[in-house]
């Protein structure tokens, strides 16, 4: 069965500095990996995706993420923190192997960047 | 252009009244996903559609929830007797093709269902 993990409930970050979101999966085939982010008041949308290919993957707003098959690992990275990056990050897993479209979210990460 | 769209955006229901949920998705749009976010959590799958077909139902949690895309655009999520458990945000998402499961979805604003 698929699983994922985001480990830290909230992370705290200076505006400037880099931060990371942490992430790992549980799948028995393949995984597409998928990071989105919800501001308040606002729909998920779409950051950025890993399904084959270079490890390091590049996103919307800056951000990216590297895939570690070794760890099970898919954390979101930025180099510099923004202000506006306050939002909560959900990671999220499909099976690649099934042919089926069945999402596994993960509980979500809050992220505050203070200026 | 228009992105995916719900009703209502938000619905009190008194225990033991049906309730409809509307989602409209991005016009195009092969798949269609439903799912429950409960406060503090991430959503959860419940359905799954390509086109009409309902293809994964596995993520309902009991026979009270049904859906339907009929023609194959706007689906409706219907819970029947309605459960104070049942209060949850509903999300519905939609991507362009129904053949890779590496497109990212699109996602509504949810329709916040409270339960009294």
């Known amino acids: 069965a698929q699983s994922v993990a985001q480990p830290e409930d909230q992370v705290n970050v200076a505006e400037g500095n880099p931060l990371t979101v942490k992430c790992t999966y549980s799948v028995s085939g393949n995984p597409y990996l998928f990071w989105y982010v919800q501001y308040p008041n606002r729909g998920l949308q779409f950051l950025l995706k890993?399904?084959?290919?270079?490890?390091l993957v590049k996103g919307s707003y800056g951000f990216e993420a590297e895939f570690n098959k070794s760890q099970t690992s898919f954390h979101l990275k930025k180099p510099s923190a923004l202000v506006s990056d306050s939002a909560l990050y959900f990671c999220a897993v499909r099976d690649g192997n099934t042919g089926g479209f069945k999402t596994i979210f993960g509980a979500g990460t809050r992220l505050f960047v203070k200026a | 252009g228009a992105g995916v769209s719900q009703s209502p955006r938000y619905k009190v229901a008194k225990r033991g009244q049906d309730v409809a949920l509307r989602c409209d998705p991005i016009s195009g749009h092969v798949s269609l996903f439903w799912y429950q976010q409960a406060l503090g959590q991430g959503p959860e799958f419940l359905t799954y559609f390509q086109n009409e077909a309902q293809l994964d139902k596995s993520g309902l949690p009991s026979d009270r929830f049904f859906a339907e895309r009929p023609e194959g655009s706007v689906s409706t999520l219907k819970i029947q007797r309605t459960q104070q458990e049942d209060s949850a945000v509903y999300l519905c998402?939609?991507?362009?093709?129904?053949?890779?499961?590496?497109?990212?979805?699109?996602f509504g604003p949810g329709t916040r269902l409270t339960v009294l």
């Open positions: 890993y399904i084959t290919g270079d490890n």
């Open positions: 998402a939609s991507s362009l093709t129904g053949t890779s499961g590496g497109n990212e979805q699109f």
